[in-house]
Structure formats: C-alpha cells, structure tokens
C-alpha cells in the first residue's frame, strides 16, 4: 500500500570547515510517498549523509517512524516559537537545502534537541504499538507485588511499558550520524550535545501511569507501565531549555577538547541542558542571504510586555490597527412549513500587525 508521507530529508548536518555555511536541516520537509521507506526509497533522500543512507538500508521499518517524527518535532517547533521573532520558519530552496537558522546559536540548539526528541519519541511510540518488529514493549521493569495486608494495596506491575531505549538508541544512530566524523568541528561537538540534551528530556520525562481492577473499582489490583507524556508537553520544557541554554566555548589543550562555560560564574551546564556558541541576531528585518523573514507583517498582542508583545515583535518600528469586517448569517428560525427565516449580523476582528 502506498501513502504519502512526509520526510524531514536530511536531520542535521554540520558546518563546512571551509565555511561554506550550513544546511541545518538540509531538504527541508518534502513529501515523500514510496511505500513508507523501502530500500529503493532511502538513495532517493537528499542530503542524507552517508551513515545515515546506510543506516536507512539496515533498518527500513524504522524509516517511516523517523520520517513522522522528524515531522513533529518541526510541527512543535513552531509552535513553541509561534509567538516570537524567530517562529521556526524553514525556507527550502529549490534545491532542496533549507535556510534560516546560523549554526551555533539557542535556536540552532533547539532545533537539534527537538529533532532528536522527536524521533525518539516517534520511534518508541511505534514500537508500544506493534509497528515494528524489531521492538516491542519495554517489559525489563516487570514486576508483581503482591500485599496480603488490609492496609495495604495490592497491584501488578506488568503493562506495557514504553520502550525509551529503542527509540532513544535509533534517534542516536540515525541524527548523530552526520556529525560523527574523525575530526569534529566545534559546531559539530555542540550539536552533538544538544542531540543528547533532547533524548534526555525523553528519557527523564517517562512516568507510571496505572489502571485499576477489582469489585466496584475497589483498586485491588493495579495493572501499572512506564509512559512518556504528550510530546506537547515535552516540547514545552524544551523550549523553558532554550531561554535558560548556556553559552560555551571549545578549548583544546594537547589532545583533550574540552567544552566549558564562557562566564565561569555560571553553573555549568549538564548533559541534559541546551548550550550554543555565538549570539543570535534579531531577527527583526528580512535579510534572504540568511534565511531570516523578518516580522513585518506579523500580527502582536499590543496589550503584553512579553515576547508577543507589538513593541518587542516588532522591534520598535510600530504597529497598526486592522479591523476585519464581516457578515453571517444568525438568530434561524424554522417557519412552519417549510422555511428557515435568518437575520443579517455583522462581526468585527481587530488585530495588530508589525510595520
């Protein structure tokens, strides 16, 4: 059976030493439809590196997961940034690279850690629901408990947990293997640990959700599994990463490369926190050659102070008014016999937009 399915053609791949600038997620979304991922389709992928053409070949089942989930994690992106300058708009060119994103900056962070999430969490959801067969469900933490006591609970902890390991494994395999070259970048190394921050967040983010069973919903028994939340949800603490990501710098002494914080007051960051290297810019005026929209034209909320606020979206130029006007047929009555008899209402929608 054949279906349409949407790719994210490339994941992430690095900066040419020779500064040629970088194709973030190179391909962009483009619609793919060839038998959800057979081998035939993966040399048809643009901008895959080779590691991950090879591992597109090994694992065909999981190719559609990957394709999903890559989706997903753009689809959260924008909506997490909806509501400020940068909204994670991606530019394809024809070409098929995409544009609008400099390496090494928070957004390019949190890019990498969302795609990376995302096909893990697409990856593990598909195998809990029997998509794949080379997982399953996680039963590692089965366990039955059983308590004779009155004044204890009695409950079984068999269900089908979430398999975060398996996704979390082929998420590693698949998006870390454009970066994973002999000698690494500076960029290269932050990717890759903004890769992992995002599987961390996966992996912390699974909790034990239970059903009860018993006379009345009396909860004797439990039947209990491990779960990961909405990815709503996971994209939520993601973007609460980006406004809290650390600044490093890359430092080699002899053959050691270390990444340390640039403001050493500062605590430093864990596996599980974004960093990023330079500053973003503003992402106030159109500028093609980077891939930045500018936000002329976007709507604001003129009564916030925050980031969706008209004086910061707006970067100070202004904003004005628009009124929307509009008429709609309400208030029908059914006419005995056989009408419907409606009244003429007028609506108006104001809104703000960036100058």
Same mark, same amino acid.
């Given at each position: ?176 293997? +454009? ?8 960029? +290269? ?136 006007? +509009? ?29």
């Amino acid at each position: 059976m054949r279906f349409p399915l949407l790719l994210l053609t490339s994941s992430l791949l690095i900066q040419s030493s020779m500064g040629l600038g970088m194709s973030w997620l190179s391909g962009g979304l483009v619609a793919w439809s060839d038998g959800g991922g057979n081998r035939t389709a993966c040399k048809d992928l643009k901008g895959v590196s080779k590691r991950q053409l090879r591992f597109c070949r090994r694992n065909p089942d999981v190719v559609p997961s990957i394709a999903i989930g890559a989706f997903n994690a753009y689809s959260e992106c924008q909506y997490q940034f909806k509501k400020r300058r940068w909204n994670c708009t991606l530019l394809e060119t024809s070409e098929g690279g995409g544009k609008g994103l400099e390496t090494g900056t928070r957004e390019a962070a949190f890019v990498h850690a969302i795609s990376s999430a995302g096909i893990a969490y697409r990856v593990t959801k598909d195998c809990s629901k029997g998509l794949s067969d080379k997982c399953g469900c996680d039963h590692t933490g089965n366990q039955r408990i059983t308590s004779h006591s009155s004044t204890k609970e009695q409950f079984e902890f068999e269900g089908c947990s979430d398999n975060i390991h398996y996704g979390i494994g082929v998420s590693r395999e698949f998006v870390d293997a +454009s970066e994973r070259v002999k000698n690494k970048s500076e960029e +290269s190394r932050v990717n890759l640990h903004n890769n992992r921050a995002g599987r961390e967040v996966i992996e912390k983010s699974l909790r034990r959700e239970c059903k009860c069973h018993g006379m009345s919903g009396s909860c004797e028994v439990k039947t209990c599994w491990m779960s990961m939340p909405p990815f709503r949800e996971v994209g939520e603490t993601m973007r609460e990463k980006f406004d809290g990501a650390s600044e490093v710098i890359i430092s080699t002494k002899g053959d050691e490369t270390r990444m340390t914080m640039k403001h050493n007051h500062l605590k430093r960051h864990t596996h599980a926190d974004l960093v990023y290297m330079r500053q973003s810019p503003d992402y106030c005026n159109i500028d093609e050659s980077r891939g930045i929209l500018g936000t002329r034209g976007r709507e604001c909320n003129h009564t916030s102070a925050a980031m969706d606020g008209c004086q910061l979206m707006c970067c100070n130029r202004g904003f004005k008014k628009v009124v929307k006007r +509009s008429q709609e047929k309400c208030n029908c009555k059914f006419i005995y016999c056989c009408k419907v008899e409606c009244q003429t209402c007028f609506t108006e929608e104001t809104s703000y937009v960036c100058l």
